[in-house]
Nanobody
Framework: QVQLVESGGGLVQAGGSLRLSCAAS????????MGWFRQAPGKEREFVVA????????YYTDSVKGRFTISRNSAKNTVYLQMNSLKPEDTAVYYC?????????????????WGQGTQVTVSS
């Protein structure tokens, strides 16, 4: 069983930056592909980015390419999401998720483990 705990959310002005962290416990960290998803108010949860168990490849949704960067630190069992040039439309609850395989997926249903979410609010 994998437990995931996100941190790093907050309120930031448009154009600013935040770094989200997701600390994982249980299991072998490198065996799990990790993903970040987000859910804006009144909208369905959507895929943002994923990273394979080895650290590559990664896959980003088009709206965050060039602005967000995912990385993972096996020594700390932590995955990070560096978010730069934030826009008001990035406002959402961000969720970290893990799959029972090292290969990435864009599909939410394929992720077995989820964190509690962290709020990111970008003001205009």
């Amino acid at each position: 069983q994998v437990q995931l705990v996100e941190s790093g959310g907050g309120l930031v002005q448009a154009g600013g930056s935040l770094r989200l962290s997701c600390a994982a416990s249980g299991g072998t960290f490198s065996s799990y592909a990790m993903g970040w998803f987000r859910q804006a108010p009144g909208k369905e949860r959507e895929f943002v980015v994923a990273i394979a168990g080895s650290g590559a490849p990664t896959y980003y949704t088009d709206s965050v390419k060039g602005r967000f960067t995912i990385s993972r630190n096996s020594a700390k069992n932590t995955v990070y999401l560096q978010m730069n040039s934030l826009k008001p439309e990035d406002t959402a609850v961000y969720y970290c998720a893990a799959r029972d395989t090292r290969w990435i997926s864009l599909q939410q249903y394929s992720y077995a483990y989820w964190g509690q979410g962290t709020q990111v609010t970008v003001s205009s």
